[in-house]
């Protein structure tokens, strides 16, 4: 079974940009039969998907975070990674990689559920 | 946005009962793409049950999905020590949407 794990700074000064990478194991980020997300989540509270992206480079973002959130793919190195950008206290949050298994496809994208997740990196906004 | 809610909040039962959490959408769920994710202590989430009602690899067979529309159901029929957790329910048809959980602790 693949392996994802979370890398990156621990503390970001709010207006900055947030930056993490998600290395992938035990699988390849070019299989066309996966997306590959992010999610979140605020310490004490529920989860929040960011975006995802596809190995061709192709991008799904939350309408939210759209504006901020910029998602690629190194398939080289076999990671993706998540760059939010201005940030403020309310993105304080673990943050988890994960893996999106395609089931189908709708008018507008492919269809896929999160099967495999990374333990997840607490990132802290604060100067 | 399709906005997922959970009930109950927290479901507080003894080892061996069934257990019964509700996720309910504001609008139809397409094709039936609802998942469920249970989440220990401190531990990223991990996939139960997908499209509805099928098992992800490894789940033991005393975990059920069920449901369809707007109305879905987890089922455990018979708690163990380790199922006591949060439970999410995921919706992945149109975006992607969490319900807020539902917290299996011991009674």
């Known amino acids: 079974q693949p392996q994802l794990q979370e890398s990156g700074p621990g503390l970001v000064k709010p207006s900055e940009t947030l930056s993490l990478i998600c290395t992938v194991s035990?699988?390849?980020?070019?299989?066309?039969?996966?997306?590959w997300g992010w999610i979140r989540q605020p310490p004490g509270k529920g989860l929040e998907w960011i975006g995802s992206i596809y190995y061709s480079g192709t991008t799904y973002n939350n309408p939210s975070l759209n504006r901020r959130v910029t998602i690629s793919v190194d398939t080289a190195k076999n990671q993706f990674s998540l760059r939010l950008t201005s940030v403020t206290a309310a993105d304080t949050a673990l943050y988890y990689c994960?893996?999106?298994?395609?089931?189908?496809?709708?008018?507008?994208?492919?269809?896929?559920?999160?099967?495999?997740w990374g333990q997840g990196v607490l990132v802290t906004v604060s100067s | 946005e399709i906005v997922l809610t959970q009930s109950p909040g927290t479901l507080s039962l003894s080892p061996g009962e069934r257990a019964t959490l509700s996720c309910r959408a504001s609008?139809?769920?397409?094709?039936?793409?609802l998942a469920w994710y249970q989440q220990k202590s401190g531990q990223a989430p991990s996939l139960l049950i997908y499209g509805t009602s099928t098992r992800a690899t490894g789940i033991p067979d005393r975990f059920s999905g069920s449901g369809s529309g707007t109305d879905f159901t987890l089922t455990i029929s018979r708690l163990e020590p380790e199922d006591f957790a949060v439970y999410y329910c995921q919706q992945y048809g149109s975006s992607f949407t969490f319900g807020p959980g539902t917290k299996v602790d011991i009674k």
């Open positions: 609008q139809t769920i397409s094709s039936s793409y």
């Open positions: 035990g699988d390849s980020i070019s299989s066309s039969s996966y997306y």
């Open positions: 994960a893996r999106g298994s395609i089931v189908g496809a709708s008018t507008i994208r492919e269809i896929y559920y999160f099967d495999y």
